[in-house]
């Protein structure tokens, strides 16, 4: 069982920044795969960030491509969401999950992850 809490939003003006956190339980978590997804209001929740395992693979969705950064400290267990020139459009409830990985790979897909935090609010106003 893996637990994570999510910490960090906020509101912030257009081209600000802010850095989301995701806390988790359990020793393992090295083993774990980690996403960042959005929920923006009457919308579906949609995939940002994710990265693997050691953190040496991530991947972006094109809307945050080039803007956010993903990383982890395992060490403290704990993942990243680096956020900067955030749009109006960045606004959403943001959640971060987990997934157990026997290699180190990128998870995309969202059924594909098992444990979910309970979402922070990042809202940008323009």
């Known amino acids: 069982q893996v637990q994570l809490v999510e910490s960090g939003g906020g509101l912030v003006q257009a081209g600000g920044s802010l850095r989301l956190s995701c806390a988790a339980s359990?020793?393992?978590?090295?083993?774990?795969?980690v996403g960042w997804f959005r929920q923006a209001p009457g919308k579906e929740r949609e995939f940002a960030a994710t990265?693997?395992?050691?953190?040496?693979?991530?991947y972006y969705a094109d809307s945050v491509k080039g803007r956010f950064t993903i990383s982890r400290d395992n060490a403290k267990n704990t993942v990243y969401l680096q956020m900067n020139s955030l749009k109006p459009e960045d606004t959403a409830v943001y959640y971060c999950?987990?997934?157990?990985?026997?290699?180190?790979?990128?998870?995309?897909?969202?059924?594909?992850?098992?444990?979910w935090g309970q979402g922070t609010q990042v809202t940008v106003s323009p």
């Open positions: 999950a987990a997934r157990f990985t026997a290699v180190d790979m990128k998870v995309t897909t969202l059924s594909a992850y098992d444990y």
């Open positions: 990265i693997s395992r050691t953190g040496y693979i991530t």
């Open positions: 359990g020793r393992t978590f090295s083993s774990y795969a």
